[in-house]
């Protein structure tokens, strides 16, 4: 998880314990119990028949983020609103306004600007009131009138599993144009849950399962941890409500004890930077009901310093690495918790350190370091991000190539809004959808021209290639992992740097077993499309490769074939087999002696060589690095001498490793011939997870023409080592 919200969340009183200690904003003004506001600041001891005048509320949050919003549009929608509204009742027993009034109130307080909060305040006039959108828009103008739209077709969307595939691919392509849609929603739902206890248990359990398996997903991909975490400890409590109850045991008999490991090592902390001349708040950081809980499955028993987390907040990116330099000079750290997610920001737009140090005792702290912009992105994501429709300032961030990046459209979005379109049918969007959200871990690769491409985790070579080329990655062959060539199905760790491999064909094509290896819902999809539209070829993929070098063409017509085809084919005259090659040109030192090379190691000049005495008074003969020759030794056969002859032409046997694609044997064989050479034999094994070797054996009229052909056959598209025979051939 990347980030806690500052409050613990708690659906159940908790009235044990002191109170932690909250993360003041620059400006004067303490953060507020958005929990708290949601329902006491609003109704406040006044009676159920009177409303509270709760904007005031929503202008002091507003006003410490935007000191000089323009707060007339938000009175004027909370007139509309209110009076809209006026005679309807919640479930709850209160006046209706006031869940527009708190949904606006969390709003505020996340940073949101004032454009969202006039459309927050008006969300349910549409869908609930005479209202129209017609007259939104006259009052409030386009952006607004987009907004409550937008909000307004969410409402209508059934998220359980009996959801309409397509209406939420539309209302998701919809929203996904400005995420602030998506933001009131959540801040809707997060009011709501807070309120659920009215309803039936099965109703609670029902929206608490949706709140599970979509909304809180999209809270994580969007950066609004705040929102996220509350929502997840309010699922806690009413799906498992005994472990629920048992972690706020946890929780109050830990703020109970009368030490606190966490606050000593915060006052050590401070005493550090403060030496070291780093201005920097420490604060204590309370993990949340469900981090807590899943913090003694994994660990069993907890400790005090389990309990939460040290958030270090400085003014300037440098600074964090500074404390990073003295907290791990001045204390024991932990260098395996070591993360840099400032270097590399999540998809969701989360930057901070994350490090672990060490007290005597063996009890272990988290520390998050991070400026207070990054904690205030970290906790309200795009929200904190303001109007992507404003002129863009300097602060704003700017792209690699000089524009400024959309805020609304991080880059999880982004990919979800690309992959939409190419899915064949709604059905396929809803399940991939759900799969996506379902995956809340992401690894970050590199590039190596020094970009990153963020995947989820368990994503392989497969699902690189789509994220970095879309549909142009039906042409990768192959890959390189750390360097090292791996193959397309290889599962990618955090942190590798890959190279994808690219053929030049433009005929290229996807192979079916790549959805074996498909993780991602932008590859899948991809693949399912091309094999969708090309059913003879993924018919023939299921059906098998097809022989296309028959005999007597290795040299004359190429084939136009597939690698992993198995064939033999022979050239020339006099046909000759790969064991027994010919010795035109070796002299050994053995009168009257036929001489053979040897078919294991293929010797050529002017390679070093040594020749042996065999049955029949034949001197075979080998490369002295042969491992034949240290086994012709042990057995006590006879060394003969051997140096080459004036004859320059020669017999030999290659290795060559490639990629599978189409066409490649074709190539190959052209290359082979356009550099002289005679191909006598070639077998090409079926491939094995893209990997296809071919054996060649080829005379040469000039042994120095050898190093030209491996190299001629090493720069054919896929094919990634070409070698000498080391073992019998074909």
Known sequence: MSAEATNP?????????PVL???????????????????????????????????????????????DADLDALRRAYVLAESSHRGQMRKSGEPYITHPLAVTLILAELGAETTTLTASLLHDTVEDTDVTLDQVREEFGEEVRFLVDGVTKLEKVDYGAAAEPETFRKMLVATGNDVRVMSIKLADRLHNMRTLG????????????????????????????????????????????EEYEHTRELIVDNASRADDPLAEMADEMRTVLRDADIP??????PRHFVSVHRRARKRGRLRGTDFGRLLVLVNEDADCYGVLGELHTCMTPVVSEFKDFIAVP???????????????????????IRTHQMHKVAEAGVVALGNPYAPPSEEQTVSSDGERADPTRPGWLSRLLDWQEAA?????????????????????????????????EGATCVDAAYAQYGEDAHACIGARVNGRLATLSTVLKDGDTVQLLMGQDPASEPSREWLDHAHTAAARIAIQRWLATHPASAEAQEEGPVPTLQAGEAAARPAAGNAGNSVTACEGATPRTADRPAAANAVVDQPGASVRLAGCCTPVPPDEVIGFSVRG?????????????????????????????????????????????????????EAMASEGAEIVSATVEPPSQQRVRHTYTVELPDAAHLPALMRAMRNVPGVYDVSRAQTPGA
């Open 617 to 669: 008074g034949a001197v075979t003969v080998h490369r002295v690095e042969c491992a034949a020759v240290a086994r012709m030794k042990s057995a006590g056969r006879a060394e003969v001498g051997v140096r080459w002859g004036e004859t320059t032409g020669c017999r030999v046997t290659l290795f060559a490793e490639s990629f599978g694609r189409p066409h490649l044997l074709a190539d190959l064989t």
């Open 424 to 456: 064949p049918d709604p059905d396929t969007f809803w399940s991939t959808l759900r799969e996506d959200l379902a995956q809340d871990r992401e690894i970050t690769v590199f590039r190596p021209d020094g970009g990153t491409l963020g995947l989820p």
């Open 198 to 241: 009215v309803m039936r248990p099965e109703k609670q359990a029902r929206i608490a399962k949706v709140t599970r398996d979509v909304l809180i997903p999209l809270a994580e991909r969007l950066g609004v941890q705040a929102l996220k975490t509350e929502l997840e400890d309010l699922v806690f409590a009413i799906l498992l409500p």
């Open 21 to 67: 200690p909250t993360v003041p904003r620059r400006k004067a003004r303490s953060r507020l119990d958005l929990r708290r506001l949601g329902r006491a600041a609003l109704l406040g001891p006044t009676a159920r028949d009177r409303l509270p005048d709760a904007i005031g509320h929503v202008v002091e949050a507003h006003r410490s983020h935007y000191p």
């Open 9 to 17: 969340a708690s659906p159940g009183p908790v009235t044990a314990g």
């Open 346 to 368: 999540k998809f969701n737009l989360y930057q901070s350190l994350h490090t672990a140090v060490a007290r005597g005792d063996g009890q272990v702290a988290e520390v998050l």
């Open 280 to 285: 920097a708040e420490v604060l204590i950081r």
